[in-house]
């Protein structure tokens, strides 16, 4: 690239991140990161861009050797540098080795190190102590690198067809299995699910919860039929609890019930990890496949990545078992999923997209598609809720008749 279009960047780059510093706000926070990415593409050479892009998974690989060297844990409490020889003795793995996996690290921006092999902790590795996170990087790394290894070989078998069916996807090529989805399969391998739940947890990011920004009190709560024993949000398909224990969180007095549902060995995985009697969530055990949506006149029932996971044939199916518990002009639908803009999409929707795409056979949709797909079900779309930022918006919807 020419010197004067690097200038140009530069200035606009510039510009941005000066916004972003006087306002603080999200999206410019967002828009000034996009800009930095464009000036980084400018100054790099197209053969170099590749070599580093194609390198990827042995950075994460590195981040995986660290977090199972111990490493930010003992690094996320220092205040001064850290020398290898205490970050080795933790496992009591070889120096050279470990020296070698931080350099990365250090090559990344993800440690520091102030003087020759000894090391100082950033935000993100002290991240890396924290369970969500923990559980983003070992169900990416263990269940889904391998899967992301097999998925265009599989996707070159199927003649490149746009993957539809959960019981024929890329993973049970990878995996060697047949006749069960990704969350059977997963409910079959104990430590799979463990992970995959902490994935789960992990997956908001940075992005703020949805009571934070959607407005809970006008919409949702400001009803009069609402007393202590009406279910007051049905979270379906729920995994640890999480989002539900974050709406206990912001709104610990109002009346109503909180409802966890999923798949049996969920609901028993998640009793070991959340404290859900603490939060006063309770748990139904729920197939939306193969049963009616058991809890009648909720109030809210939500989905988080649910029907992301499914192609429409199936998705439809979860939205036949719900409708007959729904109580009309009283329940609503409340959706926090990705509404995919129609150009330059966001990276975090479209990785996302291949994720689910190889994992499930699902998809992130379009608010086109959404469309579709929900008032072909018989629901009528009240409102898309479009966040600040690239995080999930919300589909609020009610029964259409
Ligand atoms: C992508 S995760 C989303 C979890 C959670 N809503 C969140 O956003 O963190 C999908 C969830 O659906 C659950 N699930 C999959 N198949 C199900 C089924 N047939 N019936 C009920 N839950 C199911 C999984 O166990 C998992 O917890």
């Not at 997963?186 to 799979?192: E, F, Q, S, T």
């Amino acid at each position: 690239m020419d010197s004067s279009s690097v200038r140009d960047i530069l200035d606009k780059t510039r510009a941005l991140v000066e916004e972003h510093l006087s306002t603080g706000s999200l999206s410019s926070r967002i828009q000034a990161q996009d800009q930095v990415q464009k000036l980084v593409w400018a100054l790099e050479q197209p053969r170099d861009a590749i070599m580093k892009l194609a390198y990827g998974p042995a950075v994460t690989m590195a981040l995986k050797i660290a977090l199972d060297l111990n490493i930010f844990s003992v690094l996320a409490p220092a205040t001064s540098p850290v020398p290898l020889a205490e970050l080795a003795a933790a496992k009591q793995a070889d120096p050279l080795l470990v020296e070698r996996v931080l350099r990365v690290l250090v090559a990344k921006g993800i440690v520091n190190e102030p003087a020759p092999a000894e090391y100082l902790p950033t935000a993100v590795a002290k991240e890396l102590t924290q369970r969500p996170s923990i559980g983003v990087l070992e169900s990416l790394f263990c269940e889904f690198i391998p899967l992301f290894r097999q998925t265009p070989e599989f996707l070159k078998l199927t003649k490149y067809r746009n993957p539809e069916d959960p019981l024929a996807t890329a993973l049970q090529y990878t995996y060697n299995f047949n006749n069960m989805d990704g969350f059977t399969w997963l409910c079959g391998n104990p430590d799979a699910l463990r992970r995959f739940n902490g994935f789960m947890e992990g997956q908001r990011t940075d992005r703020p919860h949805w009571a934070d920004w959607f407005p809970v009190r006008e919409r949702v709560l400001d009803h009069p039929d609402l007393g202590p024993e009406t279910p007051l949000i049905v979270d379906i398909g729920a995994n640890r609890g999480h989002d539900l224990i974050g709406f206990r969180q912001r709104f610990p007095d109002v009346p109503g019930k909180l409802m966890l549902e999923d798949l049996p060995k969920v609901i028993d995985e998640v009793r070991d990890a959340q404290d859900l009697e603490a939060a006063k969530v309770e748990t139904q055990v729920f197939d939306f496949f193969n049963e009616i949506q058991p809890i009648h006149g909720a109030r809210v029932y939500y989905f988080k990545h649910i029907l992301h996971d499914w192609s429409d044939e199936k998705a439809s199916i979860i939205i036949k078992n719900l409708k007959p518990a729904m109580r009309p002009g009283f329940s609503k639908i409340i959706m926090e999923e990705y509404i995919l803009a129609d150009q330059n999409a966001a990276l975090l929707s479209c990785v996302t997209d291949m994720a689910v795409m190889a994992f499930c056979s699902g998809l992130e949709r379009t608010r086109r598609r959404w469309d579709t797909l929900l008032t072909e079900n018989g629901l009528r779309v009240i409102k898309y809720w479009v966040p600040e930022g690239d995080g999930l918006g919300i589909i609020e919807a009610e029964l259409a008749e």
